[in-house]
Nanobody
């Protein structure tokens, strides 16, 4: 079965950085577009970034463009999200997921909490 384990979150000050990791198993990792979705306080779910199976095509939400970088290592079945210049509005639980053809997210791990506060 699909398993997704997110890590790397924490409490950081505005302007700080974090690197999130997602260890994936139970499926053909390189066949799937992977993405990061976050749920902020009272904000619902928001796709933050996507990367296609080969790693050559990416998407970023306007709110994070220029600050976040998504990448993947198919040999390690891992997807990363480098987050720089963090803002309080980035505070959320971050989840990685497989992205289906309708941009659905069908599998969920525990997520990792990112809190940006002074």
């Amino acid at each position: 079965e699909v398993q997704l384990v997110e890590s790397g979150g924490g409490l950081v000050q505005p302007g700080g950085s974090l690197r999130l990791s997602c260890a994936a198993s139970g499926f053909a990792f390189s066949d799937w577009t992977m993405g990061w979705v976050r749920q902020g306080p009272e904000k619902g779910l928001e796709w933050v970034s996507l990367v296609n199976g080969g790693g050559g095509t990416t998407y970023y939400a306007d709110s994070v463009k220029g600050r976040f970088t998504i990448s993947r290592d198919n040999a390690k079945n891992t997807v990363y999200l480098q987050m720089n210049s963090l803002k309080p509005e980035d505070t959320a639980v971050y989840y990685c997921n497989l992205v289906d053809s309708a941009y659905g997210a069908n599998y969920w791990g525990q997520g990792t909490q990112v809190t940006v506060s002074s």
